[in-house]
């Protein structure tokens, strides 16, 4: 069975704040794949990075960087001088490989408050 | 990235009455589909997940008889909540899932149907 952790449920932040959500996942697959979703207020949940398994390289996107730590079966998410517009909820998921149903796993989100 | 589109956004509905929530696949064809179920501060729930041209595959604990699902098309699928009762109002997403090549499978998500049954 899968399972994401998102162990923070609420963060709040000053704006230009660095913070970094925690994801923490198990699986016995030894190819998956890792995303993580925004879900602003309006609902929309708005893809922001996949990551094979097999790629445990970190990416940089902006403010946005993902640290894949397969060791510790981590994904963290940092967002580096946080803006107002990033109060969101996000969503860690994990899917097993293509071709087997392909269900997203979703931990239970973290909450980020960004304030001026 | 891939747009996926929902219709309704909203929707307000009497007890009793059926309604029907479609998703769309604008720029990519989705052989699967999934549909899901949001409680206010939770996260998502999936209900059932669609296939074109065959059955839908339900989760457990999910009525298929009181959640209708119709994957008609590649672009196309379609929620149907019959006999609608006040338990049922929330925040239904679907997502389509884009196959990609080279594994950039990757699931994209409606903006949601927001339903309140009386």
């Known amino acids: 069975a899968q399972k994401v952790t998102q162990a923070q449920t609420e963060i709040s932040v000053v704006e230009k704040e660095d913070v970094t959500l925690d994801c923490v996942y198990e699986?016995?697959?030894?190819?998956?794949?890792l995303f993580w979703y925004k879900q602003p207020p309006s609902g929309e949940l708005v893809f922001l990075i996949r990551r094979n398994s097999f790629d445990e390289q970190n990416e940089i996107s902006g403010r946005y960087s993902w640290n894949f730590q397969k060791s510790t079966s981590s994904f963290n998410f940092t967002i580096t001088a946080s803006q107002v517009v990033d109060s969101a909820v996000y969503f860690c998921a994990l899917t097993p490989p293509l071709g087997t149903a392909s269900k997203l796993t979703f931990g239970t989100g973290t909450r980020l408050q960004v304030t001026l | 990235g891939a747009v996926v589109s929902q219709h309704p956004s909203w929707v307000i509905c009497k007890s009793g009455t059926s309604v029907k929530i479609e998703c769309r696949s604008l720029d990519f064809q989705a052989t699967t589909m999934f549909w899901y179920r949001q409680f206010p501060k939770q996260s998502l729930m999936l209900m059932a997940t669609s296939n074109e041209g065959s059955k839908a595959t339900y989760e457990q604990g999910v009525e298929k008889d009181k959640f209708l699902i119709n994957h008609a098309s590649l672009t196309l699928s379609t929620l149907t909540v019959t006999s609608a009762h006040p338990e049922d109002s929330s925040f239904y997403i679907c997502?389509?899932?884009?196959?990609?090549?080279?594994?950039?499978?990757?699931?994209?998500f409606g903006p949601g149907t927001r339903l309140l049954v009386l």
């Open positions: 997502s389509a899932r884009d196959a990609g090549t080279g594994g950039r499978e990757t699931q994209y």
């Open positions: 699986t016995r697959d030894t190819t998956y794949y």
